[in-house]
């Protein structure tokens, strides 16, 4: 968190001071240093590819749907903004100045104009200003938390009324809230799962430097959409083998890989 390109690219130009021109070091830098197009909006499209795959499980689509999203930073702002491409209803958005909220739906490109002009939600003349400590628990078909952990708790998981919980943040929903929930019915995407995007797009970057060739957009938006649809495949099969949520079915499911590869290597016992 509290990174960006220029970072990216500070630490690239460190590191090749001592070991030559090195792009492969480090993902997320800017395209003109060997950076990937599409990378900013990479975890907020993967969030959107991965709700896409859990809604068309259950029948749904986006188009048919309403959301909540908590968080409107790189992240938050792009699920909304791909979310609203792609015809569902964004109904609350909330970042650290506030919440807003419209029950006919936000107007996301505009909102995303007012807080490039004014550092924040709060006051959108689009919406209503509403009260952030609420969001979790506004009513919607799927909630997305996309800001800090821990945010949802045993305090108030009891109070959320979505039908969909997908973590676009790292660690939103500590183990209690996560129990439940289950309880209640919720469907909860795990953040291991939901939020990958980003982290796929840089192997992405990784492998065009390692090639010495920049892939197009369309190539970068297409292959992360294979990607985490047949993810979406391997975690569903693993949850019915085993009888288990969406969590316990990505750790299984990640840690399956991780020993069987250790095994290979002759590293087992």
Not at 40 to 66: S, W
Not at 110 to 117: F, T, Y
Not at 151 to 168: G, I, P, W
């Amino acid at each position: 968190m509290g990174t960006n390109p220029q970072t990216m690219a500070w630490i690239l130009d460190e590191y090749s001071k001592f070991h030559g021109y090195s792009p492969a070091v480090v993902t997320g830098k800017p395209v003109d240093l060997g950076g990937s197009v599409g990378r900013e909006a990479a975890t907020g499209r993967g969030v959107v590819y991965a709700t896409e795959a859990l809604l068309k499980d259950f029948g749904k689509h986006i188009a048919d749907q309403t959301f909540v999203i908590q968080g409107f930073g790189n992240v938050g702002s792009w699920t909304a903004r791909l979310l609203c491409e792609k015809g569902g209803k964004v109904l609350v958005v909330s970042d650290a100045t506030g919440a807003v909220q419209n029950p006919c739906g936000i107007d996301v490109p505009g909102l995303i104009r007012h807080h490039q002009n004014t550092g924040g939600v709060k006051g959108f003349s689009g919406c209503i200003d509403t009260d952030p400590n609420s969001v979790l628990s506004e009513p919607c078909d799927v909630l997305i938390p996309a800001a800090i952990g821990g945010v949802l708790t045993r305090e108030n998981a009891h109070d959320v009324r979505a039908k969909f919980v997908v973590e676009a943040a790292n660690h939103p929903t500590d183990p209690d809230a996560d129990e439940i929930l289950a309880k209640r019915n919720i469907i909860v995407l795990p953040d291991v799962y939901a939020n990958a995007g980003g982290v796929t797009v840089s192997y992405f970057e990784w492998v065009q430097n390692i090639q010495g060739f920049m892939w197009e957009k369309h190539k970068v938006s297409t292959t992360l959409e294979t990607y985490m649809t047949n993810a979406y495949k391997d975690l569903k099969e693993v949850c019915k083998s085993k009888n288990c949520s969406y969590r316990m079915g990505a750790f299984c499911l990640g840690i399956d890989r991780v020993a069987r590869a250790t095994v290979l290597r002759g590293w087992g016992a």
